[in-house]
């Protein structure tokens, strides 16, 4: 819908926080760079000094987008859901407790709770970015050499090579 309303005035829309590398990146920041002090996004604040208002850059809150945004996720991507959620659940039962994500969106079907929504949109989120991601050539090709994060913990080759708590 977006890239529609866009491309009706000309412009192009851009969406650096899906960017693959920015998502390498934030896996490996550790924890204390992303949560400090109760605040979330802290390096993302921090980076952003001089370039937003610190009024901006400090907020706690945004706007309540919930009600059209459940509506638009259960609406318009109703056979996405199905399909990663119910049907074929196996790029993301690795990191997913299916009986109980199926039960949260069986919840969600019948009372469209804004809690609910949120949990299917986040395990909606990880099914297409894996599924992306691991069918990439360069990950198929390269996979061995990849560097994760797991935590405060450093991998590559399924090996810890630093502990980066510190």
Avoid at 64 to 73: C, I, M, Y
Avoid at 153 to 163: A, C, G, H, T, Y
Wanted: aromatic share 10%; glycine share 4%; with cysteine.
């Amino acid at each position: 819908m977006a890239d529609k309303a866009a491309s009706a005035f000309s412009i192009d829309p851009r969406y650096p926080f899906c960017d693959r590398r920015l998502v390498e990146f934030c896996l490996a920041v550790p924890a204390n760079q992303k949560l400090r002090d109760g605040w979330t996004r802290m390096i993302m604040r921090r980076a952003m000094a001089g370039i937003l208002p610190a009024e901006v850059r400090w907020r706690a809150g945004k706007a309540n987008l919930s009600p059209n945004f459940q509506l638009r996720l259960l609406h318009a991507h109703r056979e996405f859901l199905e399909r990663v959620i119910v049907n074929e659940p196996g790029v993301i039962e690795e990191y997913v407790d299916i009986p109980k994500l199926q039960k949260v969106y069986a919840r969600y079907l019948a009372q469209q709770a804004a809690s609910d929504a949120l949990v299917v949109y986040s395990v909606a989120v990880l099914a297409a970015w894996l599924s992306a991601f691991t069918a990439s050539p360069s990950y198929r090709n390269n996979r061995d050499d990849m560097v994760y994060s797991a935590g405060p913990v450093l991998f590559q080759n399924d090996k810890p090579i630093s502990n980066v708590s510190n």
